[in-house]
């Protein structure tokens, strides 16, 4: 079988570790590869291949060629889902017309936060707005609709059509019914004008819940003033600073950073009227109802059902020292583990390889490539230390830049492109870049959103890897934590950079058991945020943000609410998980409940590991998502067996911390 490659690209810090010194530690070439110092030299000869590969995008411009070229396709494609006989060939150029937007538009996403030129930022937004307003206009097209409704109208064609095929059509229908493809022209004509409303509202929120706010230098304490960023006679606050030792500080930097924004309220409030407006149009009792169809949960009603059962079973309940685990967790050990993992569970594994001239933006790069031993297929990983873009930070987060489809045209599998945007700490003279345990974990959750992406083999893009119920998808991140904390998994690969020593399993036991400590109190911040969100997406209310947000927080979190802030113009999940922020916290139960049954006995084993890629990282959105975890745990789990999964989370073993006390 011939071999073909997948795209995976991480994104750290810029290299600053040059010296070289002799140690007793042995890596494998991909612990080696994210150690080591790389400078791969640059070559002017090298015929530069663009952005990911794309020819246009080796210059900003670039992104006005890509989008008028994919709008070109467009109008072909849409051409032929309406003029084609109904049948698999309409589902194929549906999809093929997805493939080629997103293509463009999932790209552009990336690149306009993670990109450090502000001309390929501005280029790579313009696309978005282009493409997005273009999309919006193709879910009310009735033409195209209408080649749909013939299609699944049609009992005789219906039964014809292989599963896969068919749950892609309905859900492209979902999308035109969603859109309000129902309506009559000038309704129609208001409901696409609300969605590209929409598409600025959201850019704008988004953009300014990041920005850092500023006060005038002489209002803080000249002794604290260093621990801020200095601008001439302002300090600019664009944190908590949560980690700081100083109270003060944290103090300082939580009533300034949270300060309200008179604008930014503003257009908070005109999102959340435009989403509940558009929903209402459509045939939807709230933009609530609307954003949770196809979701495992359906409905706001059940979504709350959950997070006040869970509420009720919460129970108040009773940290260490990061600088002594991160010695043992170099970013070289922890992709070691990584490839250790994954070749154990589902027979793959990692090499390093030189990104092409202009394939990303950055000289200084780790590349990966991966043999899938069962099916021939490669995986590029490249690590870019360009780092963040200067304007704000984003978290470290997983995109998809192309989704994996079977090319009926070409009789070849498009493979999957994928991005993971981690924030690491510098590399120094003496060391690698060193992790603190939650950023190992961070690293192993982002990599289960990646190999959730690689490893399936949809034939339709519309639904590969993460593109399915939002309530499903941080379920293959989140149970790639407990593997992360897992002494079996961990023991694999944490050792020290310098001696090679392993990472003492009563250590391993001890950071386990201090996640609980104040795990009720964060399950239950995570409840407040979930119902806060279902709350401004259901009937309008007669309040302010605030004042909701003072209420809920009283309700369902217990700690008094800070005069004059606004914490909720910081929450910026409310763009792209509107109604659906639940979805951490039911992920975390389907994904207690997998880890518990399947893998808690032994984590390495590959049968198991087999099931798990063929029963949920296969599918991607092709099929239902309460069907997968059915698949996995042969058994229909219930609201209550959720919430139970994350009650006994909490369950502290005595035993370690006294152990640990003696020894």
């Avoid at 911040?525 to 209420?551: C, G």
């Avoid at 296969?618 to 919430?643: I, N, S, Y």
Wanted: with cysteine; charged share 20%.
């Amino acid at each position: 079988m011939s071999a073909c490659k997948r795209l995976l690209h991480f994104v750290k810090h810029r290299s600053l570790w040059t010296h070289v010194r002799r140690n007793v530690t042995t890596w494998s070439p991909v612990g080696a590869a994210f150690n080591a110092a790389h400078h791969k030299r640059p070559n002017v000869f090298e015929k530069n291949v663009g952005l990911f590969g794309v020819p246009e995008l080796s210059c900003p411009a670039g992104f006005q060629a890509a989008t008028e070229k994919a709008l070109k396709n467009t109008e072909r494609l849409v051409e032929r889902a309406c003029s084609c006989p109904p049948g698999v060939e309409t589902v194929e150029s549906f999809d093929r017309l997805s493939d080629g937007l997103c293509k463009v538009a999932d790209l552009a996403d990336f690149v306009k936060v993670a990109h450090p030129d502000p001309a390929f930022r501005e280029a790579a937004e313009k696309a978005c707005i282009d493409i997005g307003t273009v999309v919006e206009k193709l879910n009310t097209n009735v033409e195209l609709c209408k080649s749909l409704k013939i299609l699944l109208e049609s009992p005789d064609i219906v039964a014809q059509l292989d599963p896969d095929t068919r749950r892609v059509a309905e859900l492209f229908m979902f999308d035109f019914k969603i859109s309000g493809i129902h309506l009559d022209d000038k309704l129609r004509k208001e409901a696409v004008a609300l969605h590209v409303k929409l598409l600025d509202l959201n850019n704008e929120f988004l953009v300014g819940s990041h920005l850092p706010n500023r006060i005038a230098s002489s209002a803080i304490p000249e002794h604290l003033q260093p621990h801020f960023a200095d601008e001439g006679s302002f300090i600019q606050v664009g944190g908590l600073h949560a980690d700081s030792p100083n109270d003060l500080v944290r103090e300082i930097a939580y009533r300034i950073y949270l300060y309200p924004n008179a604008d930014l309220m503003e257009c908070l409030d005109e999102l959340l009227k435009c989403r509940y407006k558009l929903a209402k149009l459509v045939g939807y009792d709230s933009y609530g109802h609307r954003a949770l169809k196809g979701t495992m949960a359906k409905t706001p009603e059940t979504v709350m059902s959950f997070l006040q059962l869970l509420t009720d079973r919460l129970s108040d309940r009773y940290n260490t020292e990061p600088s002594l685990y991160s010695p043992y967790l170099s970013l070289g050990a922890c992709m070691e583990g990584l490839n250790n993992l994954f070749s154990q569970l589902y027979g793959v594994s990692l090499m390093s390889e030189h990104a092409s001239a202009g394939e990303v933006w950055s000289e200084d790069v780790r590349k990966l490539v991966n043999l899938m031993q069962q099916n021939g297929c490669d995986l590029n990983t490249s690590e870019n230390k360009d780092g963040f873009p200067p304007f704000g930070s984003h978290g470290d987060c997983h995109f998809t830049i192309r989704g994996g489809r079977q090319c009926q045209e070409t009789g070849q599998y498009q493979l999957p492109v994928v991005v993971l945007m981690l924030s690491l700490p510098h590399p120094t003279k003496r060391a690698p870049t060193l992790l603190t345990p939650g950023m190992m974990e961070n690293l192993f959750h982002e990599m289960g959103h990646a190999m959730h992406s690689m490893l399936g083999r949809t034939r339709y893009q519309h639904v590969t890897g993460t593109r399915c119920a939002t309530d499903f998808a941080e379920v293959p991140s989140i149970l790639m934590e407990y593997f992360a904390t897992d002494y079996r998994v961990i023991s694999q690969f944490a050792r020290h950079y310098e001696t090679g020593q392993p990472l003492p399993e009563n250590m391993v036991a001890r950071l386990c058991e201090s996640k609980k400590v104040c795990g009720a109190a964060d399950t239950q911040l995570q409840i407040f945020y979930a119902v806060l969100d279902q709350i401004y997406h259901s009937q309008p209310q007669n309040h302010t943000t605030t004042d909701i947000l003072k209420e809920m927080q009283q309700k369902y979190y217990g700690l008094p609410y800070t005069q004059n802030t606004a914490w909720q113009l910081r929450f910026s999940h409310l763009i792209g998980y509107g109604a659906k922020y639940y979805s951490y916290l039911m992920s975390r139960a389907v994904a207690s409940m997998v880890w518990k049954q399947c893998f808690v006995q032994d984590p390495l084993n590959r049968d198991m590991g087999e099931r798990y890629r063929r029963q949920m990282l296969a599918h991607g959105g092709a099929k239902e998502p309460m069907l997968m975890v059915e698949g996995m745990l042969q058994r229909q789990p219930t609201m209550e067996d959720f919430v139970d999964a994350l009650v006994s989370e909490l369950n502290l073993n005595f035993e370690t911390f006294l152990m640990d006390s003696e020894s």
